[in-house]
């Protein structure tokens, strides 16, 4: 019910805009995310959006990083600034409503080489 797109290969300093589509009723209730998984890692959080839009990142991509939602079309996007090789990872949407229910996308490869 998640789905994302916007993957890719980009080099060091690059830029990527990853997008969710979320087939949830209610989408505008829900808090959205983005999670990156490392090859050996475990799934780490990357930022947050509230229903309220009030948004949450992590200390290694604050500032570079910047969530946004628009509850029309039932979507979330990542702009991936200034992207560095420690960026590599899958990237997975997530979504969560207040009562406790979650979903996670399949996941999009992001990968910095040059």
């Known amino acids: 019910q998640l789905v994302e797109s916007g993957g890719g290969l980009v080099k060091p300093g690059g830029s990527l805009t990853l997008s969710c589509v979320a087939s949830?009723?209610?989408?505008?209730?829900?808090?959205m995310g983005w999670y990156r998984q490392a090859p050996g890692n475990g799934r780490d959080l990357v930022a947050l959006i509230t229903q309220t839009t009030r948004s949450t990142y992590s200390d290694s991509v604050k500032d570079r990083f910047t969530i946004s939602r628009d509850n029309a079309k039932n979507t979330v996007e990542l702009q991936m600034n200034n992207l560095k090789p420690e960026d590599t990872a899958v990237y997975y949407c997530y979504a969560r409503h207040w009562r406790g229910t979650e979903y996670w996308g399949q996941g999009t490869q992001v990968t910095v080489s040059s």
């Open positions: 949830i009723e209610t989408f505008s209730v829900y808090t």
